[in-house]
């Protein structure tokens, strides 16, 4: 897996931010419904038809669970260790972006690069574990930073995603299959969530000034996403070698969830919350900016400690 060729797929997605820029300064677009287009639409869609083709098993809903769980630790850990030191909207980003990554607009088309189809499935059942946190306490941390309690609850409830999770869930069990003309129409819905939701980075970016940089956000940032994240996914493949065994495929999934950059939805959350979006787009672009040059070595490097080249 560390000797596959990434370049095209990570320089591809970088294109797409810059789409996304040129469509901001050119033609004046506003990226903010688009947000709301991914959020309350096509990530719903996308996950719906991904959850009901993968066939959830107990092992594979297994773990979504498990990375829902481990995504809200790292959440409320950084949360309760930079709410002193950062602006509470600040803070609240920092603690959204520090359990979550760009696992599935850039992660994905990584994944379906890396991994065998096996992989592929069970790298999409713990991305959806990823994106339930984004959509739950995620989303109820971030607006919070803002919002009372109240109001943060009423706007988890709205979020379909959560309801696309329990429908499909619910369509695979039925006695009859949903149709393969809409399976097949659900389709179109995966491509553009990975065009839109890069894009969306170069969008919010668009209108962006220097003033909204924040060397002591953005080094934060890249400290979750490129220094926590790879140190717990490699200790928990270790941890998980020494106990219950590991496949190879499975540590793959894991160690690629670990290098992806800092999640599109940080830029996504924070425009639909208003919540410090330039702030957010700044640390995000930076990530994925540098993710070409950190990715390959870091999967190489994660492999060889891994114990599997």
């Known amino acids: 897996m560390s000797h596959v060729d990434l370049s095209q797929p990570l320089w591809m997605l970088l294109i797409f931010v810059a789409l996304g ?20 639409l096509i990530a719903p869609l996308t996950f719906f038809r991904g959850l009901y083709l993968g066939e959830p098993s107990l092992a594979l809903i297994g773990l979504t669970a498990g990375m829902f769980a481990l995504a809200s630790l790292l959440c409320l850990v950084t949360h309760a260790l930079v709410r002193r030191t950062f602006p509470p909207q600040e803070a609240a980003l920092l603690a959204f972006s520090a359990g979550t990554g760009n696992t599935g607009y850039f992660g994905l ?27 739950s306490v995620g989303f109820y ?16 409830v709205r979020l379909p995603l959560l309801y696309a999770f329990m429908t499909a869930l619910l369509a695979y069990h039925l006695p009859w299959p949903v149709p393969d003309a809409v399976i097949e129409g ?3 819905f995966r491509a553009s969530y990975t065009v839109l939701g890069m894009m969306i980075i170069g969008m919010t970016l668009g209108g962006v000034s220097l003033r909204a940089f924040d060397a002591r956000f953005l080094a934060a940032s890249i400290a979750a996403r490129y220094v926590m994240w790879p140190l717990v996914m490699l200790g928990l493949v270790l941890g998980l070698q020494a106990t219950t065994g590991l496949s190879t495929t499975m540590t793959g999934v894991l160690l690629l969830l670990g290098v992806v950059p800092m999640a599109a939805n940080v830029v996504v959350i924070a425009m639909e919350l208003n919540i410090r979006p330039a702030k957010g787009a700044i640390a995000v672009l930076v990530t994925t900016v540098g993710a070409p040059l950190v990715i390959p070595p870091y999967l190489d490097m994660l492999w060889r400690l891994a114990g599997l080249d």
């Open 141 to 156: 941390i971030s607006a919070r930073g803002r919002f009372s309690v109240r109001e943060s609850l009423g706007k988890i």
């Open 21 to 40: 820029w040129l469509c901001a300064r050119r033609l004046a677009i506003d990226p903010r419904p688009i947000a709301t287009l991914l959020i309350y």
């Open 186 to 188: 659900l389709d179109y």
């Open 109 to 135: 088309p990584l994944a379906m690069a890396l991994l065998p189809p096996e992989g592929v499935a069970a790298y999409l059942f713990c991305l959806l574990g990823i994106t339930l946190f984004e959509f």
